[in-house]
Protein backbone atom coordinates (compact mmCIF):
# COMPACT_ATOMS: atom_id res chain seq x y z
CA UNK A 1 0.00 0.00 0.00
CA UNK A 2 1.32 3.25 -0.50
CA UNK A 3 1.06 6.74 0.66
CA UNK A 4 -2.06 7.81 -1.16
CA UNK A 5 -4.11 4.54 -0.83
CA UNK A 6 -3.79 4.67 2.70
CA UNK A 7 -4.53 8.14 3.05
CA UNK A 8 -7.57 8.20 1.02
CA UNK A 9 -8.80 4.87 2.57
CA UNK A 10 -8.22 6.51 6.15
CA UNK A 11 -10.10 9.49 4.35
CA UNK A 12 -13.10 6.84 3.86
CA UNK A 13 -13.13 5.00 7.36
CA UNK A 14 -13.44 8.77 9.15
CA UNK A 15 -16.02 10.05 7.10
CA UNK A 16 -18.03 6.48 7.89
CA UNK A 17 -17.47 6.16 12.00
CA UNK A 18 -19.16 9.54 12.93
CA UNK A 19 -19.15 7.99 16.60
CA UNK A 20 -17.50 5.11 18.47
CA UNK A 21 -20.65 2.70 17.32
CA UNK A 22 -19.98 3.67 13.63
CA UNK A 23 -16.44 3.38 14.03
CA UNK A 24 -16.30 -0.30 15.47
CA UNK A 25 -18.97 -1.37 13.27
CA UNK A 26 -16.80 -0.42 10.23
CA UNK A 27 -13.28 -2.03 11.96
CA UNK A 28 -15.13 -5.13 12.27
CA UNK A 29 -16.52 -5.19 8.85
CA UNK A 30 -13.06 -4.82 7.57
CA UNK A 31 -11.90 -7.52 10.08
CA UNK A 32 -14.24 -10.08 8.38
CA UNK A 33 -13.39 -9.08 5.19
CA UNK A 34 -9.83 -10.48 5.95
CA UNK A 35 -10.37 -13.28 7.11
CA UNK A 36 -10.85 -12.62 11.06
CA UNK A 37 -13.65 -14.83 12.14
CA UNK A 38 -16.00 -12.84 14.85
CA UNK A 39 -16.67 -14.10 18.53
CA UNK A 40 -19.07 -12.85 20.93
CA UNK A 41 -18.42 -12.87 24.81
CA UNK A 42 -21.40 -14.85 25.78
CA UNK A 43 -19.99 -18.09 23.93
CA UNK A 44 -17.34 -20.59 24.57
CA UNK A 45 -14.30 -19.95 22.81
CA UNK A 46 -12.30 -21.90 20.44
CA UNK A 47 -9.85 -20.56 19.44
CA UNK A 48 -6.36 -22.14 18.19
CA UNK A 49 -4.16 -20.62 15.50
CA UNK A 50 -5.94 -18.19 13.56
CA UNK A 51 -7.60 -14.30 13.48
CA UNK A 52 -10.49 -13.25 15.72
CA UNK A 53 -11.92 -10.48 16.64
CA UNK A 54 -14.59 -9.65 19.52
CA UNK A 55 -17.02 -6.16 20.66
CA UNK A 56 -17.95 -4.28 23.99
CA UNK A 57 -20.78 -2.17 23.89
CA UNK A 58 -20.80 -2.08 20.15
CA UNK A 59 -17.98 0.70 21.11
CA UNK A 60 -14.86 -1.05 21.61
CA UNK A 61 -13.16 -4.06 19.40
CA UNK A 62 -10.26 -6.56 20.34
CA UNK A 63 -9.00 -8.09 17.31
CA UNK A 64 -6.12 -10.85 17.54
CA UNK A 65 -3.66 -13.16 16.00
CA UNK A 66 -3.29 -16.76 17.69
CA UNK A 67 0.08 -17.29 15.56
CA UNK A 68 1.87 -20.52 15.35
CA UNK A 69 4.06 -20.88 18.19
CA UNK A 70 3.58 -20.72 21.58
CA UNK A 71 2.31 -17.79 23.52
CA UNK A 72 4.46 -17.95 26.58
CA UNK A 73 7.73 -18.38 24.19
CA UNK A 74 7.07 -15.08 22.01
CA UNK A 75 4.41 -13.05 23.70
CA UNK A 76 1.78 -10.86 22.27
CA UNK A 77 2.44 -7.83 19.97
CA UNK A 78 -0.72 -5.33 21.36
CA UNK A 79 -1.20 -2.50 19.61
CA UNK A 80 -3.93 0.19 21.41
CA UNK A 81 -6.16 3.31 20.46
CA UNK A 82 -9.41 4.59 21.28
CA UNK A 83 -12.69 4.81 19.46
CA UNK A 84 -13.79 8.14 20.93
CA UNK A 85 -13.82 11.61 20.89
CA UNK A 86 -14.83 15.05 22.26
CA UNK A 87 -18.03 16.03 21.16
CA UNK A 88 -21.96 17.32 22.22
CA UNK A 89 -24.16 14.30 23.05
CA UNK A 90 -27.73 14.78 22.66
CA UNK A 91 -29.45 14.86 26.44
CA UNK A 92 -32.08 12.06 27.42
CA UNK A 93 -35.14 14.71 27.06
CA UNK A 94 -33.75 17.16 24.68
CA UNK A 95 -36.21 18.92 22.88
CA UNK A 96 -36.88 22.18 23.61
CA UNK A 97 -38.68 25.46 21.67
CA UNK A 98 -36.97 29.17 22.78
CA UNK A 99 -37.77 32.19 20.98
CA UNK A 100 -39.37 30.61 17.98
CA UNK A 101 -37.15 27.94 16.97
CA UNK A 102 -36.58 24.37 18.15
CA UNK A 103 -33.61 23.41 19.74
CA UNK A 104 -32.05 19.98 20.90
CA UNK A 105 -30.19 20.15 24.57
CA UNK A 106 -26.59 18.78 24.83
CA UNK A 107 -23.80 17.81 27.07
CA UNK A 108 -20.15 18.18 26.54
CA UNK A 109 -18.57 14.89 26.31
CA UNK A 110 -14.78 14.99 27.10
CA UNK A 111 -12.52 17.89 26.69
CA UNK A 112 -14.50 19.69 23.74
CA UNK A 113 -12.49 22.73 22.22
CA UNK A 114 -15.61 24.52 21.87
CA UNK A 115 -15.74 27.42 19.91
CA UNK A 116 -14.61 26.09 16.49
CA UNK A 117 -18.26 24.34 17.24
CA UNK A 118 -20.26 27.84 16.16
CA UNK A 119 -21.79 27.74 12.53
CA UNK A 120 -21.04 24.27 11.60
CA UNK A 121 -23.40 22.19 9.56
CA UNK A 122 -24.25 19.69 12.02
CA UNK A 123 -25.70 15.58 12.03
CA UNK A 124 -26.23 13.47 14.14
CA UNK A 125 -25.39 9.63 14.89
CA UNK A 126 -25.05 7.06 17.34
CA UNK A 127 -27.41 4.41 18.73
CA UNK A 128 -30.86 4.57 19.43
CA UNK A 129 -32.34 1.50 21.57
CA UNK A 130 -35.90 0.66 20.93
CA UNK A 131 -39.40 -1.80 21.85
CA UNK A 132 -39.92 -3.40 18.66
CA UNK A 133 -42.36 -4.96 16.87
CA UNK A 134 -42.09 -7.91 18.59
CA UNK A 135 -42.10 -5.97 21.70
CA UNK A 136 -38.72 -6.73 22.20
CA UNK A 137 -35.87 -4.43 23.62
CA UNK A 138 -33.15 -4.00 20.44
CA UNK A 139 -30.76 -1.54 19.18
CA UNK A 140 -29.59 0.10 15.94
CA UNK A 141 -27.08 1.95 14.74
CA UNK A 142 -28.25 5.99 13.05
CA UNK A 143 -26.60 8.19 10.61
CA UNK A 144 -29.02 10.55 9.32
CA UNK A 145 -25.93 12.09 7.24
CA UNK A 146 -27.80 15.16 6.06
CA UNK A 147 -26.82 18.32 7.78
CA UNK A 148 -29.94 19.04 10.20
CA UNK A 149 -29.09 21.41 12.71
CA UNK A 150 -26.51 24.82 13.65
CA UNK A 151 -25.33 26.22 16.55
CA UNK A 152 -25.14 30.23 15.07
CA UNK A 153 -22.82 32.66 16.77
CA UNK A 154 -23.67 35.67 18.05
CA UNK A 155 -23.09 38.89 15.98
CA UNK A 156 -20.07 40.76 16.57
CA UNK A 157 -22.53 43.68 16.81
CA UNK A 158 -24.10 42.37 20.14
CA UNK A 159 -20.75 41.67 21.79
CA UNK A 160 -18.12 44.23 20.85
CA UNK A 161 -15.78 41.54 23.64
CA UNK A 162 -16.02 38.52 21.37
CA UNK A 163 -12.76 38.72 20.17
CA UNK A 164 -10.96 39.06 23.04
CA UNK A 165 -12.90 37.56 26.18
CA UNK A 166 -16.25 35.89 25.14
CA UNK A 167 -16.40 32.74 27.25
CA UNK A 168 -18.80 29.81 26.67
CA UNK A 169 -21.57 28.70 28.97
CA UNK A 170 -22.01 24.75 27.84
CA UNK A 171 -25.77 24.90 29.10
CA UNK A 172 -26.75 28.26 27.78
CA UNK A 173 -24.68 28.75 24.13
CA UNK A 174 -24.17 25.72 22.85
CA UNK A 175 -28.31 24.38 21.77
CA UNK A 176 -27.93 23.03 18.05
CA UNK A 177 -30.90 25.40 15.97
CA UNK A 178 -33.21 22.67 14.21
CA UNK A 179 -35.67 24.48 12.43
CA UNK A 180 -38.65 27.17 13.54
CA UNK A 181 -40.77 26.09 16.08
CA UNK A 182 -44.38 26.10 14.08
CA UNK A 183 -43.05 23.09 11.87
CA UNK A 184 -43.56 20.03 13.35
CA UNK A 185 -40.41 17.70 14.32
CA UNK A 186 -39.84 15.40 17.28
CA UNK A 187 -36.51 13.16 17.39
CA UNK A 188 -38.36 9.97 17.44
CA UNK A 189 -40.26 11.02 14.44
CA UNK A 190 -36.63 12.01 12.54
CA UNK A 191 -35.21 8.33 13.75
CA UNK A 192 -38.60 6.53 12.72
CA UNK A 193 -37.22 5.20 9.48
CA UNK A 194 -33.98 3.42 11.74
CA UNK A 195 -36.44 1.43 14.54
CA UNK A 196 -39.24 0.84 12.15
CA UNK A 197 -41.46 3.11 14.20
CA UNK A 198 -40.68 1.32 17.31
CA UNK A 199 -40.83 2.88 20.67
CA UNK A 200 -37.57 4.99 21.37
CA UNK A 201 -36.72 3.91 24.89
CA UNK A 202 -33.03 5.49 25.52
CA UNK A 203 -31.00 7.61 23.11
CA UNK A 204 -26.99 7.71 22.70
CA UNK A 205 -26.34 10.15 19.65
CA UNK A 206 -24.22 12.85 19.17
CA UNK A 207 -23.43 16.08 16.59
CA UNK A 208 -20.70 15.73 14.28
CA UNK A 209 -19.52 17.91 11.32
CA UNK A 210 -21.01 16.54 8.18
CA UNK A 211 -17.58 18.44 6.76
CA UNK A 212 -15.83 15.71 5.09
CA UNK A 213 -12.27 14.80 5.84
CA UNK A 214 -9.65 15.86 2.99
CA UNK A 215 -6.10 15.90 2.25
CA UNK A 216 -5.05 19.76 1.96
CA UNK A 217 -2.30 21.64 1.23
CA UNK A 218 -0.39 23.28 -2.00
CA UNK A 219 1.26 19.62 -1.67
CA UNK A 220 -1.02 17.77 -0.06
CA UNK A 221 0.92 17.82 2.92
CA UNK A 222 -1.91 17.25 5.80
CA UNK A 223 -4.75 15.69 5.93
CA UNK A 224 -7.72 17.61 7.66
CA UNK A 225 -10.72 16.08 9.62
CA UNK A 226 -12.94 15.55 12.60
CA UNK A 227 -12.00 12.30 14.89
CA UNK A 228 -8.79 12.27 14.15
CA UNK A 229 -8.08 11.69 17.97
CA UNK A 230 -8.38 8.74 17.79
CA UNK A 231 -9.54 7.37 14.94
CA UNK A 232 -6.83 7.67 12.82
CA UNK A 233 -4.63 5.35 15.46
CA UNK A 234 -7.54 3.15 15.51
CA UNK A 235 -7.24 2.95 11.41
CA UNK A 236 -3.75 2.73 11.62
CA UNK A 237 -3.11 -0.50 13.90
CA UNK A 238 -6.19 -2.30 12.00
CA UNK A 239 -4.69 -1.84 9.07
CA UNK A 240 -1.46 -2.95 10.35
CA UNK A 241 -2.93 -5.87 12.46
CA UNK A 242 -3.95 -7.43 8.72
CA UNK A 243 0.10 -7.42 7.61
CA UNK A 244 0.49 -9.25 10.56
CA UNK A 245 3.15 -12.71 11.36
CA UNK A 246 0.72 -15.82 11.82
CA UNK A 247 4.05 -17.43 13.13
CA UNK A 248 3.56 -14.95 16.30
CA UNK A 249 0.80 -13.58 18.20
CA UNK A 250 -0.94 -9.65 17.34
CA UNK A 251 -3.31 -7.62 19.15
CA UNK A 252 -5.35 -4.43 18.82
CA UNK A 253 -7.53 -2.67 21.07
CA UNK A 254 -9.10 0.45 20.60
CA UNK A 255 -11.43 1.00 23.78
CA UNK A 256 -14.27 3.96 24.20
CA UNK A 257 -14.36 6.34 26.70
CA UNK A 258 -10.71 7.41 26.97
CA UNK A 259 -11.87 10.88 26.19
CA UNK A 260 -13.75 10.59 29.70
CA UNK A 261 -11.50 8.44 31.90
CA UNK A 262 -11.42 4.78 30.38
CA UNK A 263 -13.92 4.14 33.65
CA UNK A 264 -16.20 1.48 32.06
CA UNK A 265 -16.99 -2.12 30.84
CA UNK A 266 -15.54 -0.66 27.43
CA UNK A 267 -13.06 1.36 28.29
CA UNK A 268 -9.24 0.73 29.16
CA UNK A 269 -10.10 1.11 33.36
CA UNK A 270 -13.01 -2.16 32.68
CA UNK A 271 -11.97 -5.61 31.93
CA UNK A 272 -12.50 -6.01 28.12
CA UNK A 273 -8.89 -6.83 27.53
CA UNK A 274 -8.10 -8.62 30.75
CA UNK A 275 -11.04 -11.05 29.76
CA UNK A 276 -9.92 -11.59 26.13
CA UNK A 277 -6.47 -12.47 27.38
CA UNK A 278 -7.86 -14.59 30.28
CA UNK A 279 -9.83 -16.62 27.83
CA UNK A 280 -6.74 -17.21 25.50
CA UNK A 281 -4.42 -17.21 28.13
CA UNK A 282 -6.13 -19.60 30.61
CA UNK A 283 -3.59 -20.94 32.56
CA UNK A 284 -2.16 -18.44 35.49
CA UNK A 285 1.41 -19.60 35.16
CA UNK A 286 1.19 -19.25 31.23
CA UNK A 287 -0.54 -15.66 31.27
CA UNK A 288 2.37 -14.21 33.21
CA UNK A 289 5.22 -15.75 31.13
CA UNK A 290 3.14 -14.90 27.87
CA UNK A 291 2.77 -11.15 29.52
CA UNK A 292 6.78 -11.00 30.54
CA UNK A 293 7.58 -11.52 26.62
CA UNK A 294 4.93 -8.94 25.56
CA UNK A 295 4.78 -4.98 24.65
CA UNK A 296 1.82 -2.61 24.09
CA UNK A 297 2.20 0.19 21.63
CA UNK A 298 -0.33 2.72 23.01
CA UNK A 299 -1.01 5.01 19.91
CA UNK A 300 -2.36 8.45 20.61
CA UNK A 301 -1.91 11.84 19.07
CA UNK A 302 1.00 13.91 20.25
CA UNK A 303 0.87 17.63 20.39
CA UNK A 304 2.67 18.81 16.85
CA UNK A 305 4.73 22.32 17.45
CA UNK A 306 2.51 25.54 16.75
CA UNK A 307 4.05 27.90 14.57
CA UNK A 308 1.69 30.52 16.37
CA UNK A 309 1.99 29.54 19.48
CA UNK A 310 5.85 28.19 19.88
CA UNK A 311 6.20 28.86 23.58
CA UNK A 312 3.57 26.04 24.67
CA UNK A 313 5.77 23.60 23.71
CA UNK A 314 8.92 22.28 25.79
CA UNK A 315 11.97 24.01 23.32
CA UNK A 316 13.61 20.45 22.72
CA UNK A 317 10.79 18.25 22.43
CA UNK A 318 8.36 20.05 19.85
CA UNK A 319 7.15 17.21 17.36
CA UNK A 320 6.55 18.57 13.53
CA UNK A 321 3.99 17.89 11.47
CA UNK A 322 5.33 14.93 8.49
CA UNK A 323 8.51 14.48 10.54
CA UNK A 324 7.81 11.08 11.62
CA UNK A 325 5.38 9.81 14.81
CA UNK A 326 6.56 10.86 18.28
CA UNK A 327 7.29 8.49 21.09
CA UNK A 328 5.90 10.51 24.67
CA UNK A 329 7.55 11.10 27.84
CA UNK A 330 6.23 11.92 30.78
CA UNK A 331 8.36 11.63 34.37
CA UNK A 332 4.75 10.81 36.20
CA UNK A 333 3.60 8.10 34.20
CA UNK A 334 1.09 9.79 32.69
CA UNK A 335 2.68 8.11 29.95
CA UNK A 336 3.56 4.60 30.06
CA UNK A 337 6.81 4.85 28.18
CA UNK A 338 10.84 4.08 29.52
CA UNK A 339 13.64 3.51 28.37
CA UNK A 340 13.69 -0.19 26.94
CA UNK A 341 10.41 0.71 24.98
CA UNK A 342 11.05 3.70 23.91
CA UNK A 343 14.49 2.47 22.45
CA UNK A 344 12.70 -0.70 20.76
CA UNK A 345 10.60 1.43 19.27
CA UNK A 346 13.88 4.12 18.08
CA UNK A 347 15.47 0.49 16.42
CA UNK A 348 12.33 -0.13 14.53
CA UNK A 349 12.07 2.77 12.89
CA UNK A 350 16.25 2.93 11.97
CA UNK A 351 15.62 -0.61 10.80
CA UNK A 352 12.33 0.75 8.89
CA UNK A 353 14.04 4.19 7.47
CA UNK A 354 11.29 6.10 9.32
CA UNK A 355 11.98 9.51 10.98
CA UNK A 356 11.11 9.52 14.66
CA UNK A 357 10.57 12.36 17.28
CA UNK A 358 10.02 12.92 20.78
CA UNK A 359 7.47 14.61 23.07
CA UNK A 360 7.64 16.10 26.22
CA UNK A 361 4.98 18.17 27.91
CA UNK A 362 6.42 21.59 29.79
CA UNK A 363 6.93 21.28 33.18
CA UNK A 364 4.83 24.04 34.15
CA UNK A 365 2.02 22.81 32.19
CA UNK A 366 -0.34 19.99 32.83
CA UNK A 367 0.10 16.63 31.02
CA UNK A 368 -2.98 14.55 29.47
CA UNK A 369 -2.77 10.66 29.07
CA UNK A 370 -3.87 8.04 27.37
CA UNK A 371 -4.66 4.20 27.99
CA UNK A 372 -0.90 3.31 28.11
CA UNK A 373 -0.50 3.88 31.42
CA UNK A 374 -4.26 2.32 32.67
CA UNK A 375 -3.61 -0.65 30.56
CA UNK A 376 0.48 -0.92 31.68
CA UNK A 377 -1.26 -0.78 35.27
CA UNK A 378 -3.78 -3.42 34.90
CA UNK A 379 -1.84 -6.23 32.53
CA UNK A 380 1.78 -5.24 34.01
CA UNK A 381 2.84 -5.33 30.10
CA UNK A 382 5.78 -3.30 29.20
CA UNK A 383 4.04 -0.16 27.34
CA UNK A 384 5.29 2.57 24.97
CA UNK A 385 3.17 6.02 24.23
CA UNK A 386 3.41 6.88 20.74
CA UNK A 387 1.70 9.34 18.30
CA UNK A 388 1.25 11.03 15.28
CA UNK A 389 1.68 15.12 15.36
CA UNK A 390 -1.56 16.90 15.52
CA UNK A 391 -3.01 20.37 15.11
CA UNK A 392 -5.69 21.49 17.26
CA UNK A 393 -6.81 18.42 19.32
CA UNK A 394 -9.79 18.11 20.41
CA UNK A 395 -11.51 20.78 17.76
CA UNK A 396 -14.42 20.05 15.79
CA UNK A 397 -11.93 19.62 13.09
CA UNK A 398 -8.04 18.49 13.80
CA UNK A 399 -4.05 18.35 11.07
CA UNK A 400 -2.57 15.98 10.89
CA UNK A 401 0.42 14.98 8.32
CA UNK A 402 -0.30 12.80 5.61
CA UNK A 403 3.17 10.81 5.68
CA UNK A 404 3.38 10.79 9.57
CA UNK A 405 0.63 8.29 9.07
CA UNK A 406 1.50 6.38 7.24
CA UNK A 407 4.56 6.15 8.57
CA UNK A 408 2.77 4.96 11.68
CA UNK A 409 1.59 2.19 10.00
CA UNK A 410 4.55 1.05 8.64
CA UNK A 411 6.37 0.74 11.67
CA UNK A 412 2.77 -1.18 13.52
CA UNK A 413 2.83 -3.29 10.54
CA UNK A 414 7.29 -3.50 11.55
CA UNK A 415 6.29 -4.49 14.56
CA UNK A 416 3.54 -7.06 14.00
CA UNK A 417 6.00 -8.92 12.12
CA UNK A 418 8.93 -8.68 14.07
CA UNK A 419 9.49 -12.34 15.16
CA UNK A 420 12.37 -11.62 17.26
CA UNK A 421 12.20 -10.69 21.37
CA UNK A 422 10.37 -7.65 22.19
CA UNK A 423 13.03 -5.37 23.89
CA UNK A 424 16.57 -5.09 25.51
CA UNK A 425 17.59 -9.22 26.43
CA UNK A 426 19.24 -9.33 30.05
Sequence with gaps: MNNADFNQQLIDFLNASPTPFHATQNMAAMLTNN???GLKEAESWDTPAGRYFVTR????????????????????????AHTDSPCLKVKPRPERNSHGYQQLGVEVYGGVLLNPWFDRDLSLAGRVTFKNSKNQVTSVLVNLEKPIAVIPSLAIHLDRDANKERTINPETDLAPVL?????????????????????????????????????????????????????????TGLQSLLTADDSVSSLLVCNDHEEVGSASTSGAGGTFLKDVLSRITPDETSK???????????????????????????????????????????????????????????????????????????????????????????????????????????????????????????????????????????
Design 288 to 426: IRTFSNSMLISTDNAHGVHPNYPKKHESNHGPILNKGPAIKFNANQRYATNSETAGYFKALCLDLKIECQEFVNRADMACGSTIGPITAKELGVRTLDVGVPTFAMHSIRELAGTQDAFNLYRVLSGFYKDPGPLGPQS
Design 35 to 37: GFR
Design 57 to 80: NDSSIVAFVIGRHPLEETGIRMVG
Design 179 to 235: LNENEAFSLASALDEATQGGEILATDLCFYDTNPAQVIGIQNDFLASARLDNLLSCF
